[in-house]
């Protein structure tokens, strides 16, 4: 026979639960608890159902911002007091972190995308991930500062 098909079937296995969660990123360790346990939840179904970690880090961002003193309130212009919306807030924290706002907004971007019709993909939390990290990092282990520092110490001794 001229067209020979030989057929061979893989089995393959994708994890949708996983207990312990695998650590996606080392969270720094002042990172505060509560803030700890929604990442950690993320990750732990973030392969099942990325729609439900998406969201478990747009709480996280909301968690960051409630530690940071971000308002969750405001007075209107008929004197009642208001709830802000999370978008209100970050566009606040960025008075005093501009580039971590805009980190923050786009976990935001990706946590709504969980949230409605359009859904999330792996690589979706995987971005989110990485900016999450990020803003972690800086607030918690302030490496740009501690960077900033070290390269100051060194260009001062050479000159």
């Not at 803030?35 to 990325?50: E, G, K, N, R, W």
């Amino acid at each position: 026979m001229e067209h020979e098909y030989e057929y061979e079937y893989v089995e393959y296995y994708e994890p949708e639960y996983c207990h312990p969660p695998p650590a996606i990123f080392k969270i720094p360790e002042k990172t505060p608890k509560d803030i700890t346990v929604a990442i950690l939840q993320s990750f732990s179904i973030f392969f099942s159902q990325p729609n439900c970690a998406g969201n478990k880090i747009r709480t996280s961002i909301e968690m960051i911002l409630d530690h940071q003193k971000i308002k969750k309130t405001t007075i209107s212009k008929k004197k009642k007091r208001v709830k802000l919306t999370l978008h209100d807030r970050i566009i606040e924290y960025g008075k005093k972190k501009n580039q971590l706002s805009k980190n923050i907004l786009a976990i935001k971007w990706i946590g709504n995308s969980a949230s409605h019709t359009q859904g999330l993909e792996i690589d979706d939390i995987f971005d989110a991930y990485d900016l999450l990290h990020h803003v972690l990092n800086e607030i918690y282990d302030n490496r740009t500062n501690h960077i900033a520092k070290i390269t100051k110490a060194r260009n001062k001794r050479k000159k």
